[in-house]
């Protein structure tokens, strides 16, 4: 349910958010991230997807359709350029449409356009990528991956600024 909650957690409460994303679950042992040779992708539990009991499709409501056509197809093409104006303002919309997303280049063409933003939109759209970065998993090796692609390819410092912040967020 760590959806649910970061849905309803007001984003100045940055340690309350953390302290509900640092859960995992029972039994897992979580590995020491500091031994020099650590690589996240060799992790069993990599391949594993978390359990999710949140309805994270359902707050997509009026986009819901064309993002699966656009998914699947890329169908209709102006859906990454009509992204931005159907969901402006909708300031707790980005949870939901980023763990509805897969691994395929439609869907990075989706989350890259969330870049283009106001700083405001931009900072929501990447607290709910980094909301997935959680205990080792399928999900946050994918987030991950993502953090450092839009990193890499942002063209705009402030961009990589607001990456930065996000991520040094959750560790303060």
Known sequence: ??????????????QLRNLILSAFPRGMV?????????????LPEISQSPVVLSNVAGPLGSIRA?????????????????????????????NSQIAHTLAHTPEMEVLQKLMDFDDRGR???????????????????????????????AKDDAIKEQITRVLLERLI
Do not use: W
């Open 66 to 94: 064309d993002l699966d056509s656009y998914l699947k197809g890329r169908q209709p093409p102006e859906f990454v350029s009509s992204l931005l104006p159907r969901i402006q303002g909708l300031a707790r919309l980005q």
């Open 1 to 14: 349910y760590h959806l649910s909650f970061c849905n309803v957690i007001p984003e100045n409460c940055v």
């Open 123 to 153: 900072y929501i759209s990447l607290n709910a990528i980094a909301n997935q970065l959680r205990y080792p998993s399928s999900h946050t090796h994918y987030f991950s991956c993502v953090m450092l692609f839009l990193f890499e390819e």
């Open 30 to 42: 979580l590995p020491d991230p500091f031994p020099r040779n650590f690589k996240i992708d060799l």
